[in-house]
């Protein structure tokens, strides 16, 4: 028997042991926090790499145009509290806080809400929505490839900021927000107390 042949067997069963080795690489991931609270990703967005964003003014713009044909100007509301909302039609958690948002705008005189609809969906379809899902506040359709440049682009939804009197932002949440999480953190950013408003009907209340 040739000699070398048993070293010629043992390389090949190491080169076989590296390749079973290597195989199982794409195992899948396991599973996220299930804690972690329930955010919409646009599908057009799901897997897109993280692009650094720039840096944003403390004070932000913004104005739009509403689906009912007005003129929404961030600025105009200084000295309210304005709870800027980005949401989308497809969007479960976003549907779910938007009672609680529109009883906000209407229950307190120093709280405003502006929806911003990040979506591609046309004004008459909107329209329909809203005819089924009614809002006290203004709402305006933002184009998905450009939107409001001082504020982040959403990475989920919904994504909500919270806007001081003074037109700084007070407070970003990204997921489902409560009106008692809005009043809360005004309470917190120096605005009015939960105390002070506990003789007032809240906004989540039946």
Not at 28 to 39: I, K, L, N, R, T
Not at 98 to 122: C, F, K, N, Q, W
């Amino acid at each position: 028997m040739n000699p070398r042949i048993p070293a010629v067997l043992l390389v090949l069963l190491l080169l076989a042991g590296c390749r079973q080795a290597t195989a199982p690489a794409d195992e899948p991931a396991a599973d996220g926090d299930a804690g972690a609270p329930a955010v919409a990703v646009p599908a057009d967005e799901a897997g897109a790499p993280d692009a650094e964003e720039p840096v944003r003014p403390d004070t932000p713009a913004l104005q739009v145009t509403t689906v009912d044909g007005g003129e929404y100007d961030l600025a105009q509301h200084r000295g309210q509290w304005v709870v800027v909302n980005f949401w989308a039609t497809w969007c479960s958690p976003c549907l779910k806080e938007m009672p609680e948002l529109s009883a906000l705008h209407t229950m307190r005189e120093h709280i405003s809400v502006v929806g911003l609809a990040y979506e591609e969906i046309d004004v008459p379809a909107m329209r329909s929505f809203l005819a089924e899902r009614p809002v006290a506040y203004p709402i305006a359709i933002i184009d998905v490839y450009d939107p409001p440049a001082d504020f982040d682009t959403p990475r989920g939804l919904p994504m909500t900021y919270l806007i001081a009197p003074d037109g700084k932002v007070a407070r970003q949440f990204l997921g489902p927000v409560t009106a008692k999480d809005i009043e809360t953190a005004i309470a917190g950013s120096g605005g009015p107390s939960l105390e002070s408003l506990s003789s007032l009907p809240g906004p989540g209340e039946a």
